[in-house]
């Protein structure tokens, strides 16, 4: 019969090498054999080389039927053919293995040569022979009567076809083993029925063929790796499942937590009750499942993860080893507690009473000087009763106090106008919910928001009144009452009117407070002959009125001027060949300014023999000429001072000469004009 004679591993041997020749390897052992293809895989363990050079490739030597030689391999015409790789496996081909046995025999080669050749492969492989073992069957399924079993075929026939299989059983572990059934080679999965429920049995798969049985095969592979004979696998057949558990009871409730207990099954099915599992109904929904697999099989466990002031129902089912049994009665509705909110802004489950403030802040919508709209979410929870408000706490100007802004909202509203700020002030705010159980938690700040410093309106079409040396009527439009897209303003409670003066920096309030909503006011003392330009702004009173909010000012106005008193005159002269005896004739420059108003006359003084006291001569000569005759004079000297007249009074005495007094004295003589 032929033979193979395969290695086992036994571990590589140092040799001694003069040329570093890699060391001497034991008995290749078999990979694979293809017995119809002629080929042979074998495999062995990398030898060792003393300096370290590496190995380049293995001489494998064959010996066919005991023949004194061995043959090397590849066979590549050469005299020390090499694999040429530096695995440690190799497929032999062109081997009649339905004639002949073989043996085989390894050598290492490295840069120094060819290293020692191993020992002959051993054990021996008969062909053709019983067919290799299947090994343990595998457990498909069972109940408890029935165990269905799956085998897988053996990895060797043995060179002949299979013819079937016999299914073997024992009773115990020390039983003796009996015949089942016998199937043929389609069949690889088989009930074994009529079983005892709760039982261990043991069974195996025994392969069939014309050589014989598996049982009788000899070792293919290396002995520590192949199939122990034992080869049964053992299954312990299903119990019962158990009855129903008791109908549940609750106590011990809180807003998210309760306590559940029922009663063991009064039938096990002959088997330990493993675990429960705990089903839970809100109100009228459908049942869920609430604890899959409880710790144990204890008949109390707490339930947690619930709704405040929900309504729950449960039910119970118990396992042991056999599955799930019926369901229990269910319990009497039980309602959790009510609780506190969550804090708004939050997207918490509800499910504990532990919920921290969300990254989510309030925000804010419009901001006037005085009001902002703040807004908000919800609380993920509102703790199992309805949201009746909403407290508002405030920060202002960083700092790090929240105070209480609003006290309650008495709404569920998330959005409110808060009032009463200051322009151009820094507000925070936090929001706390309202329910019937209390206060919640803070949310988290919103981000600083600022107030405007002033409504975004203003008066227009500012007018000019009357205007003297002191003072200037002005009216305009109020502002809009609305502000399209922002917050209106509150009434109107005066108006606040700014000067600017040519030359200086900036405007300045000349009347803070005009303490009254028409559209109009005078603004007095100014100086004279001073240039203004006004601007004007409305004035709100705050809902407490504990401060005054603005509008944006007007644009404005031109410049104005306020009126005064002309400029004094030039001095008096005569006019040459105008002296009679008792007249004369005088003129004067006019004022460089007539302080606003129109020049209406001049007022003319008279000295008379230089008594150094000028005195009315003519009041007002009613005219703009600065030309003007003097009557009623006499032989004596005089001099003349005028002023300039306009509505708002007289201008200085123009100036006299101060070389000459320019003084007339009427006699009969005027060779001298």
């Known amino acids: 019969m032929p033979k193979i004679l395969v290695a086992t591993l036994l571990g590589c041997l140092l040799a001694a090498n003069a040329l570093d020749l890699p060391s001497k390897c034991d008995e290749p052992f ?7 293809g002629g080929r042979v895989e074998i495999s062995w363990v990398r030898p060792f080389t003393p300096s370290g050079k590496p190995i380049i490739g293995y001489q494998v030597l064959v010996q066919r039927d005991g023949e004194g030689f061995f043959l090397r391999h590849p066979d590549n015409g050469t005299s020390n053919p090499n694999t040429g ?14 004639q002949s046995s073989y043996r085989f025999r390894v050598a290492a080669i490295n840069t120094d040569g060819i290293g020692a050749v191993s020992n002959p492969s051993f054990f021996t492989y008969q062909f053709p022979s ?8 595998s457990i498909v399924s069972k109940t408890d009567e029935r165990v269905t079993i799956s085998w897988n075929p053996p990895r060797h026939d043995g060179g002949r076809d299979l013819t079937g299989y016999d299914i073997l059983q024992k009773n115990s572990s020390s039983g003796s083993e009996f015949i089942v059934t016998s199937v043929d080679t389609s069949q690889v999965v088989y009930a074994i029925r009529g079983l005892d429920p709760a039982h261990e049995y043991f069974f195996r798969v025994r392969a069939k063929t014309s050589v014989g049985n598996s049982d009788q095969s000899a070792k293919f592979f290396d002995p520590t790796t192949d199939i122990p004979v034992d080869d049964f696998q053992n299954v312990t057949t299903n119990g019962r499942v158990t009855t129903a558990p008791g109908k549940p009871t609750v106590s011990s409730l809180t807003p998210h937590t309760l306590q559940l207990s029922w009663s ?51 039910r119970v089912y118990a396992f042991n080893s056999e599955g799930i049994s019926p369901v229990s009665n269910e319990s009497d509705a039980a309602t959790t507690q009510t609780r506190t909110p ?43 009763a309805s949201i009746t408000g909403y407290r508002i706490v405030m920060e202002t100007a960083f700092s790090n106090s929240f105070d209480i802004k609003v006290n309650d909202t008495g709404s569920n509203a998330t959005e409110l106008l808060i009032e009463d700020l200051r322009p151009a002030v820094v507000y925070r705010f936090r929001v706390l919910a309202i329910n019937s159980a209390g206060l919640s938690a803070a949310s988290s700040p919103s ?23 002191t003072s200037q009527a002005l009216s305009w439009t109020a502002p809009a009452s609305t502000i399209s ?20 920096a900036d405007y300045v309030d000349w009347i803070n407070h005009t303490n009254s909503a028409t559209p109009s006011a005078v603004v007095e003392n100014l100086t004279p002959s001073k240039t203004y330009r006004f601007k004007v702004a409305a004035n709100y009173a705050s809902p407490s009125s504990n401060f005054t909010v603005q509008s944006e000012d007007s644009d404005p106005t031109a410049e104005r001027t306020a009126h005064t008193v002309p400029s004094k005159p030039g001095p008096v002269v005569f006019v040459p060949g105008s002296r009679t005896t008792s007249t004369v004739r005088i003129t004067w420059r006019a004022p460089t300014t007539n302080g606003g108003v129109s020049i209406t006359g001049y007022r003319i003084f008279m000295d008379t023999d230089r008594s150094g006291t000028f005195e009315v001569k003519v009041a007002t000569t ?52």
């Open 264 to 314: 063991a099954p009064t039938d096990a099915g002959g088997l330990l009750i493993t675990h429960y599992r705990i089903d839970i109904k809100e109100g009228s929904g459908s049942y869920t499942t609430k604890i899959a697999q409880t710790d144990s099989n204890a008949t109390t466990v707490a339930i947690t993860a619930l709704k405040a002031n929900t309504q729950y129902t449960f």
């Open 447 to 469: 981000p600083y928001q600022q107030t405007l410093e002033r409504f975004a309106v203003k008066p227009t079409l500012i007018n000019f009144g009357t205007l003297t040396n």
């Open 342 to 384: 969550d804090p708004p802004n939050t997207s918490c489950d509800g499910l504990s009473a532990s919920c921290e403030p969300g990254t989510s802040a309030p925000s804010f919508g419009l901001v006037s000087p005085i009001s902002m709209v703040l807004r908000w979410s919800t609380p993920g929870q509102n703790g199992g």
């Open 85 to 98: 790789s530096t695995q440690i496996a190799y497929n032999v081909t062109g081997l009649n293995l339905q």
């Open 485 to 504: 897209g922002g917050i209106n303003p509150p009434a109107i409670t005066g108006y606040t009117i700014r000067v600017y003066v040519r030359g200086a």
């Open 622 to 673: 009613g005219s703009q000429d600065t030309v003007a005759t003097i009557t009623g004079l006499a032989n004596r000297a005089y001099r003349f001072r005028v002023a300039a007249l306009n509505q708002f009074g007289a201008s200085d005495m123009s100036d006299v000469y101060a070389t000459t007094s320019r003084e007339v004295t009427a006699v009969r003589d005027f060779s001298e004009f």
């Open 30 to 36: 078999l990979d694979d054999v293809d017995i119809a």
């Open 130 to 137: 019983p067919p290799l073992r299947t090994g343990p069957p």
